[in-house]
């Protein structure tokens, strides 16, 4: 299996950079498309004796159940495909007594992956591609929208 990625021009994050380095090619990642939960479902239905719908409910079912457990504080296994948890941080403050909700950053959502994805992301090779550039539609260059002169 590969993973596709094409090249891209960006600025050298690096401390210290030497004169000819300020800027570098750097490997970037494009879905080639997207697999769509209907999609998925059906593809669960063929491979078991349940039905999509009856596969939908239950994914529907299992994101609602899992929203509830995090919002709990609960840590949530979903078996082979790995655990989600909801992580919360803060900004910091001199004392306790200084401390307040209001420091509280937005929560995160951790994903750790079950061995299965694991296994695939240390197995998997990136092949190089090239970026194929738009041509503009034809009809003289102009859009829809009306000129304002």
Known sequence: MAVKYHLVL????????????EKLYYAQ???????????????IAESSTAS?????????????????????????????????QLLLGSKGSV???????????????????GSLLRNMTQTVKGER???TPTTPP???GEDDRPVIE
């Open 95 to 113: 004392t306790e007594d200084d401390f307040s909700s209001t420091l509280l950053k937005k929560p995160r959502l951790r994903f750790r992956p």
């Open 29 to 43: 990642t494009r879905a080639t498309r997207t697999c769509s939960f209907e999609e998925l479902c059906e593809l």
């Open 52 to 84: 999509s719908g009856d596969v939908k409910l239950v994914l529907d079912r299992m994101n609602l159940f899992a929203a509830k457990a995090l919002g709990r504080g609960e840590m949530v296994q979903f078996g082979e495909l790995g655990n989600f």
């Open 10 to 21: 960006r600025k050298n994050m690096s401390k210290n950079v030497e004169a000819g380095k």
């Open 129 to 131: 591609t090239t970026l």
């Open 138 to 140: 034809a009809g003289g």
